[in-house]
């Protein structure tokens, strides 16, 4: 981007000569009294603009790099875009449109007091942020009073103090500071071939010095030692945890575990009605959460059991795990009427009345069903553990 | 005067003395029955106008579909037994009359009184004993014991805020904002549509009283954040935050970078 005329050529050492500037900005002033007078050469084209024009040229006729058209001059928040180089000899104009605030000075001074009235807010949203906190009524009710309204208002204030600094800043740089272009010369990429010749022979020599061929010693214990790093990158996966070994077949059900809700009180028979549903765990595990098994009243007639589950059942009630065997949800939304289990994460629908077997949804299996008796007192236990891992799939599961 | 005529005119005289010697005993048994019989008969009389009145209402409104005497039939279900709470229910919120068959009855406008309601309640609660509505307020709870088990039994299908949700084919738990602690009670008595039953020996009247109260809390808070968004949670929370937030945060910074 060097014009031809050397007006502001930079040296060997990408600087530019004593007494330029290295901008075309800083050479010849700003933006608006270069338009006034274009530096050309005697084609009468403006290179810094040709350059740019090439590129915007190449993107099309009468385009700008952008891809709008030139003819929509001046247009856009206080400037236009620069004119690509005619062809026939028309002089390039920098035709970026001053702001009023440049221009006009009652536009500066009204544009300052917006920016001053913005900071103004500020603070005034600041200091009533520290009123409104020792002032205003801030215990909790539960009734319809205006001391529910205490953290919104804290929150406006505290949005309103910060987003006014911001706002009156945008403004600020938008409207006063100056705005013009400036172009600046980019060094070239590469270094000259002195300064790379100086810095290999500098590597060469560190290399030399540091005999690391000669040092046979040396080299080979650093090679130890570093494979040595190895091991503590890789021994603390032995801390990862002690195996689960049988965790993820087994529940803590036993036979004879009294089927209890999650405050621990034991289900007796007659508790559900039919179409009722309860959550429950085996006494004294209730927060274990492989455990949870829903207890479904269903009509006795109803109950279809599956081959080899006839006393699985009491009078009507099925136990079924609770945890979806597609991604493990809680399986809690049961419809009385038509009998289904719906997981609420993905919509896998079992049907209570074929065992629990998924007629919608991602699950695969159906849920595993838990064996259940009457004590003596009455109450539900369990006559084992289930007959299968409960939950989602895993590798070994098969 | 000859055996023909004296026959005819003994039996004439029978005929005659038998229905005058009738109405003269009807008139006897009457009288003395309504002097003698017990006064004390008007809370039963209202009861039974009650029912009577229920009963009249019930012919006009409900028997086509549910059958002359409540048994049911192939377009609904026996109303024996569901107990004058399924009626509070069902008719309190206006699902019943059915306006159109489809996977569930949905809530809309109430077509009887109050008092006509009660009626029909009282009719059907006569037919066989099933689940009533108890007296006394039924706010009169813990409000936190109701969050507890409200979170354990009632949010998986109506949503942690009581805002409803869906279940499968078209049908959905409601949303419990409408809802009076009268209907938030009968319906976990009786357990409409596909809502399980709650009974009174699974959460005792004490609990469902906490629950009542719970609901009608969450029903009556504001939202301290602002816009509830449907009170549904992440989804639309998100939807907020990803449109109108980050959207905003975009034309902010256009707003910057625009040349002045």
């Not at chain 1, 006063?176 to 600046?184: F, N, S, T, W, Y």
Request: aromatic residues 6%; hydrophobic residues 40%; glycine residues 12%.
């Amino acid at each position: 981007m060097t014009p031809e005329d050397g007006s502001a050529r930079n040296g060997p050492d990408g600087q530019p000569p004593e007494g330029q500037a290295s901008t075309a900005w800083q050479d010849e002033g700003s933006v608006v009294e270069r338009g006034k007078s274009v530096p050309t050469d005697g084609n009468g084209v403006d290179h810094e603009a040709s350059e740019q024009a090439g590129r915007a040229a190449a993107a099309g006729p009468r385009q700008t790099r952008y891809g709008r058209p030139v003819d929509s001059l001046g247009d856009g928040p206080g400037g236009g875009w620069r004119q690509p180089a005619g062809g026939s000899g028309t002089q390039a104009v920098d035709i970026q449109q001053p702001r009023a605030e440049d221009i006009d000075p009652k536009a500066a001074r009204s544009a300052e007091r917006q920016v001053a009235l913005l900071f103004l807010t500020s603070a005034a949203a600041a200091v009533a942020f520290a009123v409104v906190f020792f002032v205003y009524p801030w215990e909790f009710r539960l009734d319809n009073s205006p001391n529910s309204y205490y953290t919104p208002i804290l929150g406006i204030l505290l949005g309103v103090a910060l987003c006014a600094i911001g706002a009156g800043a945008v403004l600020w740089a938008k409207k006063l500071m100056p705005d013009e272009e400036a172009v600046q010369e980019r060094e070239p990429f590469h270094s000259e071939p002195e300064i790379r010749a100086a810095t290999a022979a500098d590597l060469t020599r560190g290399l030399d010095e540091a005999g690391l061929p000669r040092r046979k010693l040396i080299l080979g214990t650093l090679g130890l030692s570093g494979a040595a790093l190895a091991l503590p990158a890789v021994v603390p996966l032995a801390s990862l945890g002690p195996s689960p070994k049988r965790e993820l077949y087994t529940t803590p059900f036993t036979a004879g575990s009294r089927l209890v809700r999650l405050d621990a009180t034991p289900v007796r028979l007659g508790d559900l009605k039919v179409g009722g549903i309860e959550t429950v765990f085996p006494e004294g595990h209730t927060h274990a959460a492989d455990a949870a098994t829903v207890l479904i009243r269903l009509r006795p007639d109803e109950v279809r059991p599956a081959a080899g589950r006839e006393n699985w059942t009491v009078d009507g009630h099925v136990a079924y795990s609770k945890i979806c065997t597609h991604a493990g949800c809680p399986v809690g939304l049961y419809e009385q009427q038509t009998h289904n289990l719906l997981c609420p994460c993905h919509q896998s629908l079992f049907d209570v009345l074929q065992s629990c077997k998924p007629t919608f949804g991602p699950a695969a299996r159906p849920l595993p069903q838990l064996a259940i008796a009457l004590d003596p007192d009455g109450y539900f236990i369990a006559q084992g553990d289930y007959s299968e891992p409960v939950g989602p799939s895993f590798w070994e599961r098969g | 005067m000859n055996p023909a005529a004296e026959r005819s005119l003994r039996t004439r005289r029978f005929r005659l003395s038998g229905s005058a010697g009738l109405l003269l005993a009807l008139t006897v048994i009457g009288g003395v029955y309504a002097v003698l019989a017990p006064s004390s008969r008007a809370a039963e009389g209202a009861q039974s106008t009650a029912i009577a009145e229920g009963r009249a209402l019930y012919l006009v409104g409900c028997s086509s579909c549910h059958g002359l005497n409540a048994q049911g039939g192939n377009e609904a279900p026996s109303l024996i037994g569901v107990g004058g709470a399924a009626v509070q229910f069902q008719v309190g919120t206006g699902r019943m009359p059915l306006a159109a068959s489809g996977p569930q009855a949905e809530r809309k406008d109430v077509e009887y009184t109050q008092e006509q309601i009660d009626q029909m309640a009282a009719y059907i609660g006569s037919l066989a004993p099933g689940p009533e509505i108890p007296e006394g307020d039924l706010t009169d709870g813990d409000l936190q014991a109701g969050a507890e088990l409200f979170s354990t039994n009632c949010a998986s299908c109506h949503n942690f805020a009581g805002a409803g949700g869906a279940l499968s084919y078209g049908k959905y738990a409601p949303s419990l904002a409408p809802a009076t602690p009268e209907q938030i009670y009968a319906a976990m008595q009786t357990g409409p549509e596909s809502m399980p039953v709650f009974s009174d020996s699974q959460l005792t009247p004490a609990e469902k009283r906490s629950i009542v109260r719970y609901v009608d809390y969450i029903n009556q808070s504001k939202d301290y954040g602002g816009h509830g968004l449907g009170r549904y949670g992440p989804v639309p929370e998100g939807l907020v935050v990803w449109l109108l937030g980050i959207g905003g945060l975009l034309g902010v910074t256009l707003w910057i970078g625009a040349r002045a």
